[in-house]
């Protein structure tokens, strides 16, 4: 069955301690997405990506980084510079990125928290 | 640019009963709409979009949505729940000129069923 692998499902981070996020799609969905997702605030965009080798900023992406060196993989990096990195993280694709009707798949989330 | 207001929270309601989500969007321009579900610790599920055409839409899981482009509106109906739907519900707008696939999405309904 095609859809995303988002792991690990639990991550736990230390104080000065960068930890990475690994998203996997097996769609061949041109566009990829990280969202942050929090109590009461819905989804926030991290960071986008709608080619290989390509990816822009979205509304939070201070203290994140991301690469897109393969059309199947997306992963986020939480640096030591992202001070409240609690939260629900989300990967999402979708297939064309040149059009704004397509729906997004979303993989099943990593919880980070702080140790 | 875009917005969406879900103007509630929480809505409890018992097994059986008839539930309406409301969304209200903001936009300078045309846009399409999407309903997702989120079951607890897991990612977000498409429900229903419209796109163009008949402003009622059917989703799945006996779900349906109406676009009331005068009100700004695509609130989220189904006739009468079951304790399987409680979950969080989002709203969540596309820009229709775009060129790129990003959505904005509401901060979340969490519908509650009692039996």
């Known amino acids: 069955d095609g859809g995303i692998t988002q792991s690990p499902k639990y991550l736990f981070r230390k104080e000065g301690q960068n930890v990475t996020l690994s998203c996997e799609q097996n769609?061949?969905?041109?566009?990829m997405y990280w969202y942050r997702q929090d109590p009461g605030q819905g989804l926030r965009l991290i960071y986008y990506?709608?080619?290989?080798?390509?990816?822009q900023k979205g509304d939070i992406a201070e203290g994140y980084s991301v690469s897109r060196e393969k059309k199947e993989s997306f992963p986020l990096t939480v640096t030591s510079a992202q001070k409240n990195p609690t939260a629900f993280y989300l990967c999402?694709?979708?297939?064309?990125?040149?059009?704004?009707?397509?729906?997004?798949?979303f993989g099943d989330g990593t919880r980070l928290s702080i140790l | 640019a875009q917005s969406v207001t879900q103007l509630d929270s929480q809505v409890p309601v018992f097994e059986e009963a008839p539930v309406e989500l409301r969304c209200n969007y903001s936009?300078?321009?045309?846009?399409?709409l999407f309903w997702y579900v989120q079951y607890p610790n897991q990612g977000l599920q498409l429900l229903l979009k419209?796109?163009?055409?008949?402003?009622l839409v059917k989703g799945i899981n006996g779900f349906e949505a109406e676009f009331n482009k005068s009100q700004t509106s695509f609130h989220l109906r189904k006739p009468s729940v079951h304790i399987s739907d409680t979950a969080e519900y989002f709203c969540?707008?596309?820009?229709?000129?775009?060129?790129?696939?990003?959505?904005?999405f509401g901060s979340g309904t969490r519908l509650s069923i009692r039996p």
């Open positions: 999402a694709s979708s297939m064309d990125r040149r059009y704004s009707n397509q729906p997004q798949h």
């Open positions: 769609l061949n969905h041109d566009a």
């Open positions: 990506s709608q080619i290989v080798n390509d990816f």
């Open positions: 936009s300078s321009v045309s846009v399409y």
């Open positions: 419209y796109l163009s055409g008949s402003t």
């Open positions: 969540a707008v596309s820009d229709r000129s775009s060129s790129a696939s990003k959505i904005i």
